[in-house]
Nanobody, 128 residues
């Protein structure tokens, strides 16, 4: 599976960005999808995850109510709508795919080692 992330950029605090990730080369609906981010000097962390069935999502506490993950299994895409952005959201954002035939995502999906495929990353910079 190949993942191509896009949509990063520079935005002022309080602004919005939408990230998109296009998948190819596999059966997209067989994968739970996650968005991770890595800020300079910090470990990669899960921001949000969505089950293969669309109906289950998980968010890291700091983004709840501000970010929304979505997927379109017909178009093989996963998106991350980011609103009310803060300078601490500045990071490289990665989409990732986890082989998973389950129907729910939980905090157990936070570990990056579970994910089989990764996109190249897109930089989000939030200025204060």
């Amino acid at each position: 599976v190949q993942l191509q992330a896009s949509g990063g950029g520079l935005v002022q605090a309080g602004g919005s960005l939408r990230l998109s990730c296009a998948a190819s080369g596999g059966t997209f609906s067989n994968y739970a999808m996650g968005w991770f981010r890595q800020a300079p000097g910090k470990e990669r962390e899960l921001v949000a995850a969505i089950s293969r069935s669309v109906y289950s999502t998980y968010y890291e506490d700091s983004v709840k109510g501000r970010f929304t993950i979505s997927r379109d299994n017909a178009r093989n895409t996963v998106g991350l709508q980011m609103n009310s952005l803060k300078p601490e959201d500045t990071a490289v954002y990665y989409c990732a795919a986890k082989t998973d035939l389950g129907y729910s995502v939980t905090q157990t999906y936070r570990s990056s080692i579970q994910y089989d495929y990764w996109g190249q990353g897109t930089l989000v910079t939030v200025s204060s």
